[in-house]
T-cell receptor, first 112, second 116 residues
Framework: SQKIEQNSEALNIQEGKTATLTCNYT??????LQWYRQDPGRGPVFLLL?????KEKRKERLKVTFDTTLKQSLFHITASQPADSATYLC???????????FGAGTRLAVHP | GAGVSQSPRYKVAKRGQDVALRCDPI?????LFWYQQALGQGPEFLTY????????KSGLPSDRFFAERPEGSVSTLKIQRTQQEDSAVYLC??????????????FGSGTQLSVL
């Protein structure tokens, strides 16, 4: 069955450092991958989308890579800030009507 | 409003009660999704609407779960004879396009359902 794995343990980093989150998947060939941020008590908020034919995408301090051979996506936040502390979800889709399959998320804590 | 609105924000139900959860998507959004999120887990797909048509209900866990979107805007997720395992956050999301995929989803804040 399809499986998406994200770092199950919380990631703790110091302010100003780069945070790197991993999303691995098996038994799936996604056409695109999305990253969302979720704060406690709130719904997920869209951050970035990357398609299967793209290697890398950037938006301000965010960078996403997508390796369909390794079946892995890496999500980077450079110059991290305490306000970046949240849970980050990766989600895979295969076209059609955008039915997304989500990972369990990784909790990021950025310490001053 | 500017975003997806869900109500109620919290719902406590006694086991066996029926509940109805409401979602107001962003105006003009064709696609509407319901997801279920257990504590510490990612959202899990329940069902999808394109306008008023329910095109995919493969994620509904049992026939106690029923969703509708009669006029292609507001949607209601109904759970009959609630059970403790139904306790979760129910998220609604909408997106603009109806085909082609890869559009971002706009989520509401969810309804937290607790079944006692």
């Amino acid at each position: 069955s399809q499986k998406i794995e994200q770092n199950s343990e919380a990631l703790n980093i110091q302010e100003g450092k780069t945070a790197t989150l991993t999303c691995n998947y098996t038994n799936y060939s996604p056409a695109y991958l999305q990253w969302y941020r979720q704060d406690p008590g709130r719904g997920p908020v869209f951050l970035l989308l990357i398609r299967e034919n793209e290697k890398e995408k950037r938006k301000e301090r965010l960078k996403v890579t997508f390796d369909t051979t390794l079946k892995q996506s890496l999500f980077h936040i450079t110059a991290s800030q305490p306000a970046d502390s949240a849970t980050y979800l990766c989600a895979l889709g295969s076209g059609g009507y955008n039915k997304l399959i989500f990972g369990a998320g990784t909790r990021l804590a950025v310490h001053p | 409003g500017a975003g997806v609105s869900q109500s109620p924000r919290y719902k406590v139900a006694k086991r066996g009660q029926d509940v109805a959860l409401r979602c107001d998507p962003i105006s003009g959004h064709v696609s509407l999704f319901w997801y279920q999120q257990a504590l510490g887990q990612g959202p899990e797909f329940l069902t999808y609407f394109q306008n008023e048509a329910q095109l995919d209900k493969s994620g509904l866990p049992s026939d106690r779960f029923f969703a509708e979107r009669p006029e292609g805007s507001v949607s209601t997720l109904k759970i009959q004879r609630t059970q403790q395992e139904d306790s979760a956050v129910y998220l609604c999301a909408s997106s603009l396009v109806q085909a082609g995929g890869n559009e971002k989803l706009f989520f509401g804040s969810g309804t937290q359902l607790s079944v006692l």
